[in-house]
């Protein structure tokens, strides 16, 4: 979770239990927001942790301004639109992203290579630097080979050994045999769901480095 993300979550949390105080608004919500109920609930009681994204979803979904979860509020202050869309169950906009925080990537340093000084490089004739005045060769094919593993994996991903449908039928099987306590039934749900969103997710993002990858090269040195 991003440092600005742990500053705002007793905002968040706040906002979030003031706009589902009604009764019945938690299930509304969870179904604007295509989570389920338990697990939406293990979030509005702080048994959960949530990303920025999905924050900006609630607001999405619900017609509430950009950024008004970041700042605490009473209830008199909720507009009317929004109210109206959680009391009507009533989604203004669709939520395709996840509740899942992401965590801080790895800062990682460049270190000089063995031999050279850091901040030297070194340039060809004309101040170009070196390896940048010529293409390599076989650039296509570095690129034809790159994408043509980005499909693979694309593939891998649209062929599934097992059916999402089958497995959410299975998981849901063993939840009526065995009647697990709420914590977790909501447990093996929420992870269930972002098993279903990341997959998702991660489709459109290879769509799109595929994308990338057939044009970059392209442009004019």
Same mark, same amino acid.
């Given at each position: ?80 639109? =929004?109210? *109206? +869309? ?5 989604? @203004? ?5 996840? #509740?899942?925080? %992401? &965590? !801080? ?24 630097? =070196?390896? *940048? +005045? ?5 650039? @296509? ?5 790159? #994408?043509?593993? %980005? &499909? !693979? ?45 990341? &997959? ?22």
């Amino acid at each position: 979770m991003e440092d600005s993300g742990a500053a705002l979550m007793p905002v968040w949390r706040a906002n979030l239990a003031m706009l589902t105080r009604e009764v019945g608004a938690v299930t509304r919500l969870a179904r604007m927001m295509t989570f389920s109920e338990s697990y939406m609930k293990l979030i509005v009681s702080g048994r959960r942790d949530f990303s920025a994204e999905f924050v900006r979803g609630v607001e999405a979904v619900t017609g509430l301004p950009e950024g008004w979860m970041d700042e605490r509020h009473e209830t008199g202050e909720v507009p009317p639109q =929004a109210r *109206a +869309a959680i009391a009507d169950e009533a989604p @203004r906009a669709r939520f395709r992203g996840t #509740a899942h925080p %992401v &965590r !801080k990537a790895p800062v990682l340093r460049a270190e000089p290579i063995f031999g050279q000084r850091a901040g030297s490089r070194t340039d060809a004739p004309g101040g170009t630097p =070196a390896g *940048a +005045a010529k293409r390599p060769a076989g650039t @296509r094919k570095i690129r034809e080979l790159a #994408a043509q593993d %980005v &499909r !693979k994996l694309e593939r891998h991903l649209s062929m599934l050994p097992v059916e999402p449908g089958a497995l959410r039928a299975r998981i849901e099987d063993v939840i009526a045999q065995t009647e697990p306590d709420e914590h977790v039934r909501a447990d093996l749900e929420g992870r269930l769901e972002q098993i279903e969103k990341h &997959r998702e997710l991660l489709l459109r993002h290879i769509s799109r480095l595929y994308a990338l990858l057939t044009r970059t090269g392209d442009e004019e040195p």
